[in-house]
């Protein structure tokens, strides 16, 4: 019991440390460990499809009925960029010209980040601690990252640097989980996790901080097809070596965990021809009200 609620507590304080932020932000020393192979998540994440791209260029760029924009700084803010497997699609995508603002709170994906994308506004940022003024930003982006972060504080923040009637798209390659093998990897992410659990995607906890908060309204919801990642174990195993609460793991705890998704997909996957894992991918609008 020790045990396991000693590794809760490590997952929750690598949280705590790596997207709360007070004064200046630090990251705990185990995410900024499980967190140093930024190329290692670049190369082994799924990327999104033209579609979706698409959709949430659409979204973006029609932000309508914002009545002061003389202050806006940024047309789009990006929370949470990671190492920008998805800031690079979605940039190339919008207008030219659009100014864009990434931000990241974890220096080594920041560092990718920038490399991959050198001409990029980047910066390092918490989401409860933006450092924008007031009324900057007409839509803020969270592309995989929002459940990280899913507090009051954080939307009072986002909140604050928005433009009235501005928007807020949350986007996630959701994992499907009504397929058994990928609920059985789900278990396992799970128990990695601890108390940490409740963080994963996958159980939609994230909604709960918008429960009774009058700051956004007006949610949308779209599901489009999943993004593309091939269906072989090797590609989905190493898809899985890049998660945070498998990053965190001491030495031989993340090799027995991820001895445990190997195995499930050997039984599930190996030989048989699944073309690619089965994601959906969520698009979640928020219009911000500032009345």
């Known amino acids: 019991m020790t045990r396991v609620f000693l590794k809760s507590a490590r997952i929750l304080s690598v949280l705590r440390s790596t997207y709360c932020r007070q004064g200046k932000m630090s990251v705990h020393q185990i ?9 290692h998540y670049d190369a082994n994440r799924p990327t999104y499809t033209p579609e979706t791209i698409e959709v949430i260029a659409r979204e973006l760029t029609q932000v ?3 009545e002061n924009t003389k202050g806006i700084q940024y047309e789009v803010l990006e929370l949470g960029a990671g190492t920008g497997i998805f800031t690079r699609k979605i940039f190339e995508k919008l207008p030219q010209g659009t100014r864009y603002l990434a931000t990241e709170p974890s220096d080594s994906f920041l560092q990718t980040l920038k490399g991959l994308s050198p001409n990029l506004d980047a910066k390092n940022c918490a989401a409860d601690s933006i450092p924008l003024p007031d009324n900057s ?7 995989q990252c929002f459940h990280w972060f899913s507090t009051k504080a954080a939307l009072d923040e986002i909140r604050r640097v928005m433009v009235n009637q501005g928007k807020l798209v949350l986007v996630w390659n959701m994992r499907d989980v ?7 990897i789900e ?3 799970a128990t990695a996790a601890g108390e940490g659990a409740d963080k994963l995607p996958t159980t939609f906890n994230w909604r709960k901080a918008f429960q009774g908060y009058s700051g956004f309204k007006n949610e949308a919801h779209q599901q489009k097809e999943g993004t593309p990642l091939a269906g072989t174990v090797e590609a989905i195993h190493k898809y899985y070596s890049t998660f945070s609460m498998v990053c965190a793991l001491e030495e031989e705890e993340q090799r027995q965990t991820l001895a445990k998704i190997r195995d499930i997909l050997e039984k599930n996957v190996a030989g048989k021809d699944i073309g690619k894992y089965p994601f959906n991918t969520e698009i979640f609008t928020y219009i911000c009200s500032k009345s």
Do not use: I, M
């Open 31 to 39: 995410a900024e460990t499980g967190y140093l192979k930024g190329d």
């Open 64 to 66: 309508e009925n914002v």
């Open 137 to 143: 930003v007409k839509a803020v982006l969270c592309a």
């Open 178 to 184: 009504s397929v058994p093998w990928v609920k059985e």
């Open 187 to 189: 278990g396992v992410l």
